[in-house]
């Protein structure tokens, strides 16, 4: 395989905006993409993104959830019921607020085709769609 298509992948998820991890069968991040890479340097205080590549995406999110976090248990089972095959798709709105502001984000994860096993997950940040909804209820 020549260099071009060795890189094309990390290249498709590179053109991408959204925050993308790749995970393997078991939950670990084997890809990220630049905007994940770049979300991860500047909020490196939470562990899930810190991390990256290596890092076990499903214990990162049970370890929040044993730590109470309602949300990272309900991304949790979404993630484990697609890595099973029990549904073609999980999406979950979620907060993420940093000190200085807050923010929110949609998580979605669809499985890999065969023959992979895995799960690419999308982290979008739906913060102007949820400030516009808070001014219209005002």
Known sequence: ???????????VLD????????????GVIVAVNAAWQRFARDNAASPLIASGVGLNYL????????RGDAT???ALAGLQAV?????????????CHAP?????????ATPLQPPHRGVVVAHTNITPRKAA??????
Do not use: S
């Open 1 to 11: 395989m020549d260099a071009t298509h060795e890189t094309f992948p990390q290249a």
């Open 59 to 66: 214990e990162a999110c049970r370890g929040a959830a044993d």
């Open 72 to 74: 990272a248990r309900e």
């Open 83 to 95: 890595l099973a095959g029990d549904c073609l798709e999980f999406a979950l709105e979620y907060p």
């Open 100 to 108: 200085t502001e807050e923010r929110w984000f949609r998580v979605r």
């Open 15 to 26: 053109a991408l905006t959204d925050h993308i991890a790749v995970l393997d069968a078991n």
């Open 133 to 138: 909804e808070a001014a219209l209820h005002k």
